[in-house]
């Protein structure tokens, strides 16, 4: 009699193991103000949750700690509706966002899904929010000039592809219609624009007039509002970065502008304070110093391509002294101030020269184009120094011959750094406008 032959169960086994688990599941004990409180289920800090409530809607959370063996969970969605002992879910995948070139000239949300009554968007693949920025090693030394075809910027702070700036000033001194001339000008290959904690009304009111439809065709929009709940704002912060690390991946040249920084160092704040972190300087929670480099430093210049950032600070209380400022300034490769005396007298853009640099500058431009910028810069340095005896009219001509030259260029420097809202301005052609008003010093 012939011996039966082995089964082979290995088909068998592939398949159970492809078999989902159930989903880890635990139930809601407190609920105290946005924070949710329960009884598991198995998850770590930063995995997303869902709740199922009695009235049948889904509220997608957040786990932002541990308490007395609890998790905490922020919501990222309104919580109206969840009960006591309603289910927790624990949830697989929330923490991808779907990326494709169908997100070119699109508006997403923080889960980034279209909110611009659009077709579906296709992917083409799915990027992890949370990647680990890269190592020193791993970044190329930054020697191409981005244009963003502001005068100004391009000619005496002069940014390269994969640096970063920062954008300083108060409200009203023209922050976003900077940020709008900058995304429809700009050389970069695509735009991501992240804006973090905006008022509603303004988000259309940016879309349809700073950045308009030149700008819409090459940029994705990922917005978050004031009135979402903080976890989400934080989100939608990591999925603008996500989208941003897809394109680089495709060899593109990619300018994110993420508005602003203080806005989600707020939303973070929030999320700590929940979690039951100690406030520190103004308030801030130590995980906010912890996420600002987190952010920061996954832009850069790369093998396949570079992420260039504009990171905009609103200034509390004109104070660029205030913790956030110095934060964020310590990080970045150069910082761009805005002034409110200038903003009132209608110059446009407000830029305050003098406060502002890049440390990259001399990397990216040549030598007598730094002799150039040093040139103008020393002459508006002698206007400031002496705006009280000018406007005083109490100084003597002939005096400072130094000064002389600056006054009689003065309307010139003047046109040079003021720029209207809808002209873009030639990178050639500002650079010898700058150095005929260099000349004209000598």
Known sequence: MMPAAATDWSPLIDQVHRVPLLPWTGEIVEVVGNLLVSRGPASAIGDFCEVATSTGRNIRTQVIGFRNGNVLQMPLEEIDGIQLHDTVIAREGESRVPVGPDLIGRVVDGFGQPIDNKPRIRPAAYYDLYRTPGGPMDREHIVNRVSTGIRVLDTMMPCGEGQRMGIFGGSGVGKSTLLG????????????????????????????????????????????????????????CFVALAIAEYFRDQGASVLLIMDSVTRLAMAQREIGLAAGEPPSQKGYTPSVFN?????????????????????????????????????????????IIL?????????????????????LSSDLSGKDEQAAAIQVRGAL????????????GAYAAGTNPRLDAAIRAQTQINSFLRQ???????????????????ASLS
């Open 181 to 236: 001339s900058m995304a429809r000008h700009n050389s970069a290959d695509v735009t991501v624009i992240a804006l973090i904690g905006e008022r509603n009304r303004e988000v259309r009111a940016f879309l349809e007039h700073q950045l308009g439809p030149d700008g819409s065709q090459r940029s994705v929009v990922v917005c978050a509002t004031s009135d979402r709940p903080a976890p989400l704002r934080v989100r939608a």
């Open 339 to 359: 002034s409110r005396r200038l903003a009132a007298g209608g110059h446009y853009p407000a830029i305050d020269v003098l406060n502002s640099l890049s440390r």
């Open 420 to 438: 209207d809202t809808r002209q873009r301005a030639d990178l050639a052609e500002s650079l010898n406008s700058m150095k005929e008003i260099a």
């Open 291 to 335: 996420l600002l480099p987190r952010i920061l430093e996954r832009a850069g210049n790369f093998k396949n391509g570079s992420i260039t950032g504009f990171f905009t600070v609103l200034v509390e209380g004109d104070d660029f002294n205030e913790p956030i400022c110095d934060s964020v300034r310590s990080i970045l490769d150069g910082h």
């Open 381 to 392: 340095g002698a206007l400031e120094e002496s705006r009280d005896l000018l406007e005083l």
